[in-house]
């Protein structure tokens, strides 16, 4: 079965710290995963997937398949990176479903 | 914004009421998702549509919760009777780059 997991429900970070937010899988195939944010009163949007590799408001995130972890990392934090993150897998392909953590609510304080 | 409009953003009934939500995948997808999110959680599919065809609604609790997507377009769904604990956010998507959602309809049910 498929299972994400987002261990921390709360992070906050003081404004040009680190920020790393976990997340694990579990998924019995090749997942493809995803992570996704939701700033206040917007909707769901895609952040980021693996298959892009590519580092977007200067995020990136890197699929470990050994540790089945998929962390999201910035190196230096800013205030309009407080919102909620999601961490999501899907099988390939666009019609698979999306199985998402609970999420993990990032504070940036000034 | 081009991509999913739902109506309505916000509604408020009592329980045993019934209550309709509508979405509109106005780029014109074959495929049309519609989730589930509860406070604190990460969204959750109810209902995938292959055009007019429901082909994925195991996780439809189908007592009370029902879907139609009639001319393959745009898509209604339904709750008769609502319950307490039906509050949450219906959001709908579409397939884009893992998905696409719309701002979702946050159902209060008292």
């Known amino acids: 079965a498929q299972r994400v997991t987002q261990p921390e429900k709360l992070l906050s970070v003081f404004k040009g710290a680190p920020v790393e937010l976990k997340c694990n899988y579990s998924y019995s195939g090749s997942p493809e995963l995803f992570w996704y944010v939701q700033y206040s009163r917007q909707r769901l949007q895609l952040l980021l997937r693996h298959i892009s590799r590519e580092s977007i408001k200067g995020f990136t995130a890197d699929l470990n398949k050994g540790e089945t972890s998929f962390h999201l990392k910035k190196p230096f934090a800013q205030e309009e990176d407080s919102a909620m993150y999601y961490c999501?897998?899907?099988?390939?392909?666009?019609?698979?479903?999306?199985?998402f953590g609970t999420g993990t609510r990032l504070t940036v304080i000034p | 914004e081009a991509g999913v409009v739902q109506s309505p953003r916000y509604k408020i009934i009592e329980k045993k009421q019934p209550v309709a939500f509508w979405c509109n995948p106005i780029?014109?997808?074959?495929?049309l998702y519609w989730y589930l999110q509860n406070l604190g959680q990460g969204p959750e599919l109810l209902i995938r549509?292959?055009?007019?065809?429901?082909?994925?609604d195991s996780q439809l609790p189908k007592d009370r919760f029902s879907a139609e997507r009639l001319k393959g377009v745009d898509s209604t769904l339904k709750i008769q009777p609502a319950e307490l604990g039906d509050s949450a956010v219906y959001l709908c998507a579409i397939p884009g780059q893992g998905k696409f959602f719309g701002p979702g309809t946050r159902l209060t049910v008292l």
């Open positions: 549509y292959e055009n007019e065809e429901a082909v994925d």
């Open positions: 999501a897998l899907s099988g390939f392909g666009g019609a698979n479903n999306l199985f």
């Open positions: 780029s014109g997808h074959n495929t």
